[in-house]
């Protein structure tokens, strides 16, 4: 009997470990389920339309579901699993009894209403689902002020997106600088004066006390600093594992609260695989568990549960995270972590910084980029990196990353082979001359 | 008695050399002698300001004479080294007497006179020296029609200002595709049509005959295809090492033409070195010896031979030659060698392509990236790779050098980690994609 694969989410994670399973075993009947009324659409895209950045919601959609069922696939959209079934390999969808040899849970996150007062208020937002986002694009043309809780990526995103079409829009966040999570404050200064050159008004170590409205709607926030008046509030804080199918089975779940799987990308459970934003996977440098990442992330993890559902041998490796955005119009990114987060994980390092150029620093458009890079005392070995502006970021976190698998060291970057050309590389590359920087430190 | 070292010529190699080995042995006297009026400035911006895209000359020097003389080193201008005395230990310099202890010898290269009927003709220029480059712009307010011969990178970058200041430009080149040394025709491609756009001329697979005139001024090109009627011929031959002084003291060539040297910069003579594009170095994957490479390698040799002789130990690695430029208006860029080099050189390859994006597909200024990627059969192992279009070549040229160097594989590019974020970074990295692609040809 031909292998029966069932995926829950239709998400990155799900698509691609769906597509990979049918691509791996073409033998095998491949269902994915999904509540939402669309798939293969691109979520990270939505800020950009909100902001009007991109015209229009259309373009964000990347394949009709004919192109799954072309490919052989099972695509049932609207489609609520509500109960698994372990012990007999089935699932419920949408009242109907689903069996599956193998299932790949990519249940993904949710962001979690703050537990304040007034958080049953209209006016509370998350973007997340494209067709609440084409909602909230029509909501925006009546909002005077907005407030977005903190300044993830998202948070950052969403704060250009609303200052870009005009809006009065406020920061609420706890932490005393911009991304915090992954980037120093240093690093995160010329995003933050670019969102102010923008109009944004930045409340840092603000903490959130609760939602205040009038007639069920939100009329502002309360916050450890006073009341900020709002007419929306964007909830960009954490993303929050979606678990609550898997542990009905006992999927076991790790240290992030999200499920644990090996790298294979399978659960506690045999035949059962997870992906996406609803596992954790260890970071590699530290072995620390982490959860929550990209898109690209979700993406390559569902390619990897999928081709071992599939009967196929693939393994996912360690990560190192790069990642890279535009806030306000300041490029930011980087890979690993940074010193604040290496401080509190009590890892020694010195670091390698310097304020390099994006071009010849005679040709115009050149633009400064600066570095920071941390290494292991002693042995230089690289821990992590960020950079702010320019242009190239997306490209050199993609190298950090790949530098910080290969167990670079600072010297290996201070000797580098670079491109000179004066209008889209300066002699010194400003990786190089960080690390050039850091090894004076070690 | 303290360390006396010379350096002869103050190109990028000479001034990097001087200027690292007075760090590494400040107690040394060093000594830089150059037959030019200056040093330290960018003949790589020379191109673009008689393009117009640089609005002048001035903007080309780094730093003044006084800024080396502030750390020490004796800076020498308009000095001619006639004659080395190996035996002695000394070096005649505007007919004075310089003892060394250490050489270093960075006489860099010549373009060549094409060896063809009516090359003492007024108009044949060379894009070389600053002080010329001034006078060339000078002469280009009175130039029509200029000719180009061959399309190298500097033939390229000629071809594009040329014809951005509005002249009417033809390049003349035995290839059959410009940048043939390292790149392949599909990917010259685009380059190719973006220079014709600008309303280039493009004469391939034609051979230089004679240079023709009156009055002893050039006034055309005869070439196997005719003649072309120029005011101007800009010679943007293959760099040819100088190496006349080095080898009256009986330093040896390497197959090249150019000095060979160990891993150290040393040439056959103990306490001699050589760095920059006198010299020759090995290519990392064939060992081949490669010259004339870019001036981020100039000044790298340059640090190592100035390590090396202020008595530090440092190794200057086989080299995988990260290239990049911008062609017309499009970017183009690689490391190591394509498919046409791999062939001629007998090299055994798979191939991987892709027309990835620079940005999500939705994003505005999202533009097309061309990759072609070369792997070792069976093992997959990288051999060299070739992009076009679009943003971040230059960083990927960097990355793609740097994965060559660690010796990485296709499937470790396949499933490379890579940032997704809309204005910056597609889901899929181009990069990744080639990668995939191949592995199915493996």
Redesign the interface.
Known sequence: MAQRICVIGGG?AGISAASMAKRTNPEATVVVCTEFEDVAY?P??IP?VLGR??PDFE??F?AGPENYEQAGIDLRRETVVTEIDAANQTMTANGQVVPWDTLIVCSGWNYLLPDVPGNDLEGLTFVKNIRRGIELNETLNDVKKAVVLEAGPLGVEMLTALAHRGIETHLVDENAWLLAQVADPEIAEPVQESLKELGCHLHFGTALKSFVGSNGKLTGVETSEGIIDADICVIATHKEPETTLGRSIGLKLGSTGAFAVDERMQTSMANVFAAGDCVEVPQNLTGVAVQGL????A??QGRVAGANAGGGRRVY?P????????GGQV?I?GASFGESLATSLGIPYVVGVANGISR?????GVQQVRVKLLAEPGTGKLIGGQFVGG?????????L???L??G?TLE?LA???????????A???PLSVAAQNGMANL
Not at 294 to 297: A, C
Not at 391 to 399: H, L, N, Y
């Open positions: 990155a691109s990270c895209g950009y950045e991109i373009r964000l990347l990209t898109g690209s992330h993406m390559q490796d990560v190192n995270i790069p990642w890279g955005m535009v490029q990114g010849a620093r005679y040709f115009p242009e190239g970021i997306k490209e050199r976190a993609d190298f990353a790949f530098a698998k290969r670079a290996d000797w580098m082979e670079n491109v000179y050309s004066p209008p889209i590389g002699l010194y590359e």
